[in-house]
């Protein structure tokens, strides 16, 4: 598929769990690291679905550098805390979280 233009700024997802399938099947958007993605993270239900909550977390690992979980302080963390902090959101429910290239 060609594409036309530039590619998006920002992409904001919430689709009630299933972030990582999005952004799974949105990897070649990805792989251009140009765009930041606004995601809802819900471990509890990304874990009902084909993407839980820690693969979705390594996939967007892989393509991010650095993240704000909006519901925690708002502070610029680097995108290796993102694992480690599953924990925190699972315990908070779900948060939104800004995910920078």
Known sequence: MERVGA???LVKVDTQGHEGCVLAGAE???AERTTAWFIEFWPAAMNRT??????AAKLICKY?????????GQKLRD?????????????????DLLLLP
Request: glycine letters at 0%; proline letters at 8%.
């Open 64 to 72: 991010f550098s650095a993240y704000v979980d909006i519901r925690d």
């Open 7 to 9: 590619p998006p700024r």
């Open 79 to 95: 995108i290796s805390e993102l694992l480690d902090a599953i924990e925190e959101i699972e315990r908070r429910r779900f948060t």
């Open 28 to 30: 070649r958007v990805l």
């Open 50 to 55: 084909e993407m839980p909550a820690a693969e």
